[in-house]
Every structure is written in structure tokens, then in C-alpha cells.
């Protein structure tokens, strides 16, 4: 029904799996603003593709994929900023300018980020730090290790593909337990 631009039906999903897919993500990311946001996105990409939908295929499970590439995309993103955020959070903290729970919220978003990374090979978090928190170009970081770019790039995509089979992990722990 959807492939025909059939509104209704995409209200009917919409209804159907806001709830399930915002708590999912909320439960990730601890904002619901931004879980809002995101599940906004993942509908509107849903609507844009209507045509590419297998109508054979589970939205449901559409649908979940689909969040969680946005979480890891969102993840991605502000890996730099919550780094620096937590920096932040820190000296405010010391100077007495904020409140603890602040600083502690921030910490528990970094800190999913952080538990992943320690669970990688010394070097594949190595060269994930160097690309993501200091901005460093692949080849950049080849020079500066002395490796191949394909090695970087392997280790880039490995750590990413790390991080997303965990939140794959957490996502599935969601769906069985909610």
C-alpha cells in the first residue's frame, strides 16, 4: 500500500512503530529530543525510499535496522563533540558552575562509546582515535604509523562494523525485553 504513496498506510506505521523505535532509541542515547529527531529521519527516509520497500520484508525489522544505522550515524558524529563535552563538563564541575547529574549524563553517552573502543585490538582503537577524535585523514594516519592506507581503512571498518554489531547486540536485548 505504501509504495503507491498511500499516506494513510504510512500513518497506520508510523503509529504503529513510533513508540517501539523512539524508546529504542532514547534508550541508547538518553535524550528524547534527539531520539525524536532521529526517529523523524528514519520516517522520512522510509517515505523518500516507499518504492525500494519490500512490501515482503518485516518493517518491523526495517524499520529497527533502519534506527539503529541512524544511531550509529548520530554516534559517529558527535564522538568529537561529546569528547570535548566531557572536557568541559569537567572543569565546570571543578569550578562549581554545573550540576554533578550534567556532567554525568554526558559521561554515560561517552562512556558506551569508550567500552566499545577498550574492547578492540590496541591498534584498531588506536587508528579510531586517530580518525574520529583527532580528525585524522586515512592517509594521514598511514604515514604517521607507518602502514598501507588499505590497513587503516580495514581497521576503520572493522572498528565501525564493532560498533555496530554492538548496538545490534543492545537493540536485539531491547526488542526481546521490552
Not at 568541559?88 to 549524563?105: I, P
Not at 559521561?107 to 574492547?119: H, K, L, N, P, Q
Not at 574520529?132 to 571498518?157: C, F, G, P, Q
Request: charged content about 30%.
Amino acid at each position: 500500500m505504501m509504495r503507491g504513496g498511500d499516506k494513510a498506510a504510512f500513518g497506520v506505521l508510523f503509529d504503529r512503530y513510533y513508540d517501539l523505535l523512539h524508546t529504542f532509541a532514547r534508550h541508547i542515547i538518553k535524550d528524547a529530543s534527539v531520539a525524536e529527531d532521529i526517529i523523524q529521519n528514519v520516517f522520512v527516509k522510509m517515505w523518500m525510499r516507499k518504492e525500494q520497500v519490500n512490501p515482503e520484508l518485516s518493517v518491523r525489522n526495517y524499520l529497527l535496522v533502519a534506527t539503529r544505522n541512524e544511531l550509529f550515524d548520530y554516534m559517529r558524529l558527535r564522538y568529537n563533540m561529546l569528547r570535548s563535552d566531557i572536557n568541559d563538563a569537567m572543569l565546570d564541575v571543578a569550578d562549581g558552575d554545573t550540576d554533578v547529574y550534567d556532567y554525568v549524563d554526558v559521561r554515560e553517552r561517552v562512556g558506551f562509546i569508550d567500552s566499545v573502543m577498550r574492547s578492540m585490538p590496541d591498534k584498531r582503537r588506536e587508528i579510531f582515535a586517530m580518525r574520529y577524535d583527532r580528525n585524522m585523514t586515512n592517509a594521514e594516519i598511514a604515514r604517521v604509523l607507518n602502514l598501507s592506507i588499505r590497513t587503516v581503512e580495514k581497521h576503520v571498518d572493522l572498528a565501525i562494523k564493532q560498533i555496530r554489531k554492538t548496538i545490534s547486540v543492545v537493540m536485539l536485548f531491547f526488542v526481546l525485553f521490552s
